[in-house]
T-cell receptor, first 114, second 112 residues
Framework: GENVEQHPSTLSVQEGDSAVIKCTYSDSASNYFPWYKQELGKRPQLIIDIRSNVGEKKDQRIAVTLNKTAKHFSLHITETQPEDSAVYFCAASHSNTGFQKLVFGTGTRLLVSP | EAGVAQSPRYKIIEKRQSVAFWCNPISGHATLYWYQQILGQGPKLLIQFQNNGVVDDSQLPKDRFSAERLKGVDSTLKIQPAKLEDSAVYLC??????????FGSGTRLTVV
């Protein structure tokens, strides 16, 4: 089955710096890659996603890149702010029908210091 | 649209006791999932329903965990008997082809 690895496990940056979190997946059939932000005690919230037919997607300060050949994808946050501090999870799934079983990475704790 | 509703928010039980969690998905979402999130880890799928049928329960510890989704709407997840290692947050999520994937707030279970 699918296996998703995520690095680093913790990431500390200064406010205004960029942060990059990387994930690799094992199943070449995976075609959907969402990123979730989870604040302490709260539900995971989708922040951005990408499908395998595109290589990059951007939404304001957040971008995701996908390299299907290498089977890895990355989350890029620019101009980080203290409110970006949270745990970020990548995930992968393969489904074209909406039956999206997500396999999650182990998470990255991002700390943005003022 | 209303979110995924879960109850209770917190539960503390002794080992070997039983416990049940309830989930009400977003109206119209045919697919419902139960995930287990142990502290410091990513969510792990326990069971996935499509309407009232099970699509995937390969990671559900069936000797102690059970789940049902009668009438293809609400779902309950039960643990009997509970073990210390079952302490986790149990997240329910629902999805549809057109509206993507939404998590509930979860039930935090502590087994003592």
């Amino acid at each position: 089955g699918e296996n998703v690895e995520q690095h680093p496990s913790t990431l500390s940056v200064q406010e205004g710096d960029s942060a990059v979190i990387k994930c690799t997946y094992s199943d070449s059939a995976s075609n959907y890659f969402p990123w979730y932000k989870q604040e302490l005690g709260k539900r995971p919230q989708l922040i951005i996603d990408i499908r395998s037919n595109v290589g990059e997607k951007k939404d304001q300060r957040i971008a995701v890149t996908l390299n299907k050949t290498a089977k890895h994808f990355s989350l890029h946050i620019t101009e980080t702010q203290p409110e970006d501090s949270a745990v970020y999870f990548c995930a992968a799934s393969h489904s074209n029908t909406g039956f999206q079983k997500l396999v999650f990475g182990t998470g990255t704790r991002l700390l943005v210091s003022p | 649209e209303a979110g995924v509703a879960q109850s209770p928010r917190y539960k503390i039980i002794e080992k070997r006791q039983s416990v049940a969690f309830w989930c009400n998905p977003i109206s119209g979402h045919a697919t419902l999932y139960w995930y287990q999130q142990i502290l410091g880890q990513g969510p792990k799928l326990l069971i996935q329903f499509q309407n009232n049928g099970v699509v995937d329960d390969s990671q559900l510890p069936k000797d102690r965990f059970s789940a049902e989704r009668l009438k293809g709407v609400d779902s309950t997840l039960k643990i009997q008997p509970a073990k210390l290692e079952d302490s986790a947050v149990y997240l329910c999520a629902s999805s549809s082809i057109n509206y993507g994937y939404t998590f509930g707030s979860g039930t935090r279970l502590t087994v003592v």
